[in-house]
């Protein structure tokens, strides 16, 4: 946990650098991060594991430009930041060290560009500390800035995954200007949702840096201006409001989705309404509603129209956002339904200012599908050699082996894992509702697992079952990757 001055007991002790010797390590004093939850460091080591699985795909992607290699390389480079960085914790702060955490990361970085993409040293040195740097100083921000939120891991996927989105937009914007031919659906459609999310960060970037801006008349304001940038910058022929509109009706599958998916938003409102009115905190069987609902949503919409979720990921996700900045920022008149609905849904993972658990439950369905070298490009499930299984791990993980776990270890659960507040049988129920899961996929021909696919999808299930009974970390966020990791490997 963080650990202020004021707050470092008998047992601790501090240097002159302003660090806590605890029994979990040294821990900086500004830094105040989860509470009952252990550093995490391991989850460091997760997107850039998961990026490194895509190279092994990269000739499926009918031959766009991928920014893949690059993205890997830097996420390499950000963990090696952070491998730095816990090294610090737990040594004794030399000024060698010091060197050491500032220069290595970067160098590392530059040479991985050098040796393995042949780009100048100017290029690899330019962006090896570039990345690097701006990477730890905003590590360190997030972690002071957002108390009790994070683990020491779990701030590190965050602060990776946006330092890669912001990449990954950079280089999409330098490919679209030498891009002279006409660009794909999924092409245009990748660069609304690039767009629109990067509008988004710049808001919530003001509304961090100017609190004068957190009045309900600018931020209003604020929010206006986004849905015209959003909607309107030419960036796609027609613009994007109008590409997106003929791109819905044009086929009524589509059309039959976005119906469906109405609906479940319908019940989403009417489940956190009911909730409310109870007057009582939401179970954990009571929450896993919403586990069932986003694989109501994910698997007919990764099979069917995988290009139309994937906007509807990025809309989704913008959208949790400003309702997210309406409930920390109180703002009326949706301030005050939105702290009750957290109130009542809330779970101790929740502890600091942000409500974690709907962020991380979209992302972590969602990442797969971001993350992939190309999920959604033309025919690109029907090549023989691609699988979807990867772009499922959300789904399969978290859809229905967290929530069976949850329901079979509430119910059932009578054997304790050592250690843990998990049960025995919740895993088997994990395991077992995973695999009933993609032997079904298989079943309809939506997979097609050779026998070494089965295999490494067994590795992948039992793996994920015992890292969700035995890690205190955010589940949502930890699960996907790490089977994701697994069966993208083969």
């Known amino acids: 946990m963080g650990i202020e001055k004021d707050d470092v007991g008998p047992e601790s002790s501090e240097n002159e650098d302003g660090i806590a010797d605890t029994g979990n390590g040294r821990i900086p004093n500004a830094l105040f991060v989860r509470p009952n939850a252990s550093p995490g460091y391991w989850l460091c080591l997760l997107l850039p594991l998961a990026f490194a699985s895509n190279l092994i795909h990269e000739n499926q992607c009918n031959g766009q430009v991928s920014t893949q290699p690059i993205l890997t390389i ?24 010091k060197l050491f955490i500032a220069f290595v990361p970067g160098f590392i970085t530059a040479i991985l560009y050098k040796v393995l993409l042949q780009q100048s040293w100017s290029y690899g040195l330019f ?25 020491f891991g779990e701030a590190s996927i965050l602060v990776q995954g946006l330092m890669l989105f912001l990449l990954n937009v950079i280089l999409k914007f330098f490919s679209l200007l030498r891009k002279t031919g006409n660009r794909s659906t999924f092409e245009d459609l990748n660069i609304i949702m690039l ?30 201006i986004l849905v015209i940038g959003v909607t309107c910058t030419p960036i796609t022929i027609p613009v994007p409001i109008i590409f997106l509109l003929n791109f819905i009706l044009q086929d009524q599958v589509r ?9 479940l938003v319908v019940l989403t409102i009417l489940t956190v309404r009911w909730q409310i009115g109870n007057g009582e905190k939401a179970s954990t069987r009571i929450r896993k509603i919403f586990h069932i609902l986003i694989v109501l949503v994910f698997v007919p919409g990764i099979i069917y129209q995988c290009s139309f979720l994937y906007i509807a990921t990025g809309v989704a996700f913008a959208i949790f956002t400003v309702f997210e900045l309406i409930r ?7 301030a005050i339904p939105l702290r009750r609905a957290f109130a009542s849904f809330s779970d101790e993972k929740d ?67 050592r250690c843990s507040k998990k049960s025995l049988e919740g895993t088997l129920g994990f395991m077992g509702m995973t695999f009933l899961a ?26 994920t079952s015992l890292v969700e009974a035995h890690t205190d970390q955010i ?15 083969y």
């Open 74 to 97: 830097a996420a390499i480079g950000m963990s090696i930041e952070n491998l730095c960085f816990f090294l610090n914790i737990y040594c004794k702060t030399t000024l060698l060290l």
């Open 127 to 151: 962006l090896g500390f570039i990345i690097t740097f701006i990477y730890q100083n905003s590590y360190m921000r997030v972690l002071c800035g957002l108390p009790d939120c994070f683990s």
């Open 195 to 224: 767009c629109a999310l990067t509008y988004l960060l710049a808001i919530c970037w003001l509304l961090s840096a100017a609190k004068a801006l957190r009045g309900p008349a600018y931020f209003y304001a604020l929010m206006f």
């Open 255 to 263: 059309v039959n989705i976005v119906v469906f998916y109405l609906i």
């Open 328 to 334: 920390v920022c109180n703002i009326p008149p949706l």
């Open 351 to 417: 502890s600091g200012l942000l409500a974690l658990t709907p962020f991380c439950l979209l992302i972590g369905c969602s990442m797969p599908l971001w993350i992939s070298s190309c999920p959604c490009g033309e025919n690109v499930y029907t090549n023989e050699h691609s699988q979807i299984l990867p772009v499922l791990a959300g789904v399969l993980t978290i859809g229905f082996g967290d929530t069976a776990a949850s329901v079979v270890g509430s119910k059932f659960g009578r054997i304790k894992w």
């Open 438 to 463: 993609t032997m079904f996929l298989n079943y309809c021909g939506y997979i097609n697992l050779t026998p070494m696919k089965w295999f490494t999808t067994a590795i992948a299930i039992l793996t």
């Open 475 to 489: 589940d949502n966020l930890t699960l996907p990757l790490i089977f994701y990791i697994i069966v993208n490997i």
